[in-house]
């Protein structure tokens, strides 16, 4: 099956600061790739639907200058945490959609420590 | 409303019995896929099994099986033959429209399984 990885799987940072998460598919182009964030015992929830070279679309309540997402290429997603904070600590997962119906495919994710 | 509701936040199975893990859902579109996903402690997600709402049969992937009930609006994953290694989170998931691989997917809340030896 296709491969979508992120990077850093980890990271922690101190408050303030800003952290930048790559979401990639390996083996196929993704014109479309999803950020959804994750808090423990909790479900999926989407933050916002990137597309390659478009802006993204956020969900309500997602601040879109805090979470910046760039689609620059068919491979290629980043999601960068700006200004962060001890709340934005969570699990951050992205998806790429292959052109099957069935096909999403889900990064390992990204666990975010904010101190 | 919620469109995708597990009523089933926590469970236990004995191995080598089969469980049931309830999902139902709701939309208004016609078109529409609903998915099963595992997630272990690593919290990587594993794609289970898939169903499409226009699929004429239930949907089967080894030991995993969808009890898709259009009517009532429900896609219960039943597990056969579990095994220790199934204790994780499980998912259901549903994604609307008919070219909808461009659409997110929209999560239920999660059952958590544990199978006990």
């Known amino acids: 099956g296709a491969v979508v990885s992120q990077h850093p799987s980890w990271v922690i940072c101190k408050s303030g600061t800003s952290v930048k998460i790559e979401c990639r598919s390996l083996d196929f182009q993704a014109t479309t790739m999803f950020w959804y964030r994750q808090f423990p015992k909790q479900s999926l929830m989407l933050m916002a639907t990137s597309n390659e070279g478009s802006k993204a679309t956020y969900e309500q309540g997602v601040e879109k200058d805090k979470f910046l997402i760039n689609h620059a290429s068919l491979t290629l997603s980043t999601l960068t945490v700006t200004s962060a904070h001890p709340e934005d600590s969570s699990f951050y997962i992205c998806?790429?959609?292959?052109?099957?119906?069935?096909?999403?495919?889900f990064g390992p994710g990204t666990r975010l420590t904010v101190t | 409303a919620q469109k995708i509701t597990q009523t089933q936040p926590g469970m236990f199975v004995q191995e080598k019995e089969a469980v049931t893990l309830d999902c139902t859902y709701d939309?208004?579109?016609?078109?529409?896929?609903l998915f099963w996903y595992k997630q272990p402690s690593s919290g990587e997600m594993i794609f289970l099994i898939y169903q499409g709402s226009y699929d004429q049969q239930n949907a089967t992937e080894g030991r995993y099986s969808l009890n898709f009930q259009k009517a009532r609006k429900s896609a219960n994953l039943v597990i056969s033959a579990s095994q220790l290694g199934d204790s994780a989170m499980y998912f259901c998931?549903?994604?609307?429209?008919?070219?909808?691989?461009?659409?997110?997917?929209?999560f239920g809340g999660g059952t958590r399984l544990m199978v006990k030896p």
């Open positions: 998931a549903m994604r609307e429209g008919r070219n909808n691989a461009g659409n997110m997917l929209t």
């Open positions: 939309t208004s579109d016609p078109s529409y896929g």
């Open positions: 998806s790429a959609s292959g052109t099957g119906p069935y096909e999403q495919y």
